[in-house]
């Protein structure tokens, strides 16, 4: 299996169990580097993901960022850790996604992706933005009162509801192998 080294900024092979992250996301539209044969050999090399002619977008940034604040060492993000022209070895780990995510020590899950206008009109384009509070600023809509100088935040009636409606709603719950409980 491979791995992002979090601390090396490469690509490492492990074959036993290691403490590593998973990024839950969609690629969206726009075209995505990926780990290929050919650029194997390459982004093993120390400091290869620091390469800007990558063009990785700031979600991976993002999340290589979590992994090393959390003292995470490892991160596993389909596009950089699966060889996608290996047919035989993609669909071998596609088969396995859910042990994939069920080890990890922890899931970053990036469901906020922005659609934007494509110049054909009606079809849209997602925009990779990043994860909240790594590069995008924390906003919040939570409504609050201020009491003698005290700021009190005024909480929905369920948050875990509003949460499950959020995700129901994003780009990221369309994908092919999440499994509603």
Not at 43 to 71: H, W, Y
Not at 96 to 123: H, K, Q
Request: glycine share 4%.
């Amino acid at each position: 299996m491979r791995f992002i080294d979090v601390r090396r900024r490469c690509i490492v092979s492990y074959g036993h169990q290691v403490r590593y992250a998973a990024l839950s996301y969609t690629w969206g539209s726009q075209e995505r580097y990926c780990l290929k044969r050919q650029n194997i050999q390459a982004l093993e090399q120390m400091n290869a993901l620091q390469n800007p002619e990558l063009k990785l977008g700031p979600t991976i940034f993002d999340s290589i960022q979590v992994c090393e604040r959390l003292c995470i060492p490892y991160l596993w993000i389909d596009s950089l850790c699966i060889v996608q022209d290996d047919a035989e070895a993609k669909h071998d780990q596609i088969q396995n996604m859910d042990e994939i995510y069920a080890n990890a020590y922890l899931t970053l899950v990036a469901s906020s992706e922005r659609y934007i206008p494509t110049d054909s009109g009606d079809s849209r384009s997602t925009l990779d933005i990043g994860l909240s509070r790594v590069s995008i600023p924390a906003v919040s809509s939570q409504k609050s009162i201020t009491v003698d100088g005290v700021s009190y935040a005024i909480l929905p009636e369920d948050p875990c509801r509003s949460l499950d409606l959020q995700l129901a709603r994003s780009v990221w719950f369309t994908r092919g192998w999440y499994v509603h409980p």
